[in-house]
């Protein structure tokens, strides 16, 4: 068994996200962010629509993490 812990963000219409390593960048109407989250110690993956940030067998720094990165992708979108 293996114990993952994750969060999704979902990408609106109109919007692209790329991911090269832990790098992303997103395209939308009013412009083009790019970030780099080779920091973190957790995975960022595109899973169709959605985002996906997840780390595998997380301790209290990747669990913190986790919800830090998912949330500057979503304002990164927003």
């Known amino acids: 068994m293996v ?6 963000v ?3 219409d109109g919007v692209q996200v790329e991911i090269e390593g832990k790098a ?3 395209r939308g109407p009013l ?4 970030r780099d989250f080779s920091h973190a ?6 899973d169709g ?4 940030v997840e780390a595998y067998w997380p301790k209290k720094r990747e669990r913190a ?6 949330a500057h992708i979503k ?3 927003i």
Not at 3 to 8: D, I, L
């Open 10 to 12: 979902e990408i609106p």
């Open 41 to 46: 110690p957790v995975e960022i993956r595109l």
């Open 49 to 52: 629509d959605k985002v996906v």
């Open 31 to 34: 412009g083009e962010l790019k």
């Open 75 to 77: 304002n990164m979108i």
């Open 3 to 8: 114990y993952k812990e994750f969060r999704v």
């Open 65 to 70: 993490m986790i919800g830090t990165v998912a």
């Open 24 to 26: 992303v960048r997103v």
